[in-house]
């Protein structure tokens, strides 16, 4: 039952933007599939209503997604696939931070390339790491990337802006170094207990989805 919960977060996860290349919301009804096997077993499974919204604290027992996908963006078929395939092996305690690169996240001749953390996963797991700051400064903490299977790390800025937290200094050297571009995923899984705040990523290719 853990796997079908698991997989049944997944349409609970993804957001409302169709891509630029005739991406389209992956209609997956994996909530009923999880509710028919349930129902031999005896299992009450809960609706997506009632799904926490966010704004609790992540006490024992509280339900985790899998991973959660950027504010507006939406995975097509083939994406989702290969993501909840990523996901699984990783195997994280914590939910994966998944995202899809666009032109102000790739685009060489940008040099104000950054890239933006979904709101409710920052309230859910980034907000608390502003209390210290840096430098006296508490909108703003060092955050350091890693690249799966990669020794090289890059040291960057994660910076809070009003209504929006993003990786401004150093994420244009991260996405150069490793030859991001438009329409590729990047997977982040929060290391826990490590300081400065780290981050491991994961990139799937486009083409491969």
Known sequence: MV???HRESIGHSLGGRTGNHGRT????DLTARAKEE???DGEDISSPGSEDDGSSDNSEGSFEPPFMLSDRHTL???QEMKVVEKVEAIESALPIYVTIMGGSNVCRRNSGMSL???TRY???YLEKKYATGRHGNRNVISLVLQREGKSRTWYTELRRKSDRTMITKGWASF???NSLREDDLCLFKLMENEEPLKMM???IRREKC
């Open 38 to 40: 349930a129902a031999s």
């Open 116 to 118: 933006c953390f979904g």
């Open 76 to 78: 097509t078929e083939a």
């Open 201 to 203: 990523v994961y990139i």
């Open 3 to 5: 796997h079908l919960l």
């Open 175 to 177: 996405a150069r170094g």
């Open 25 to 28: 919301r992956a209609n997956i």
């Open 122 to 124: 920052v309230s859910r």
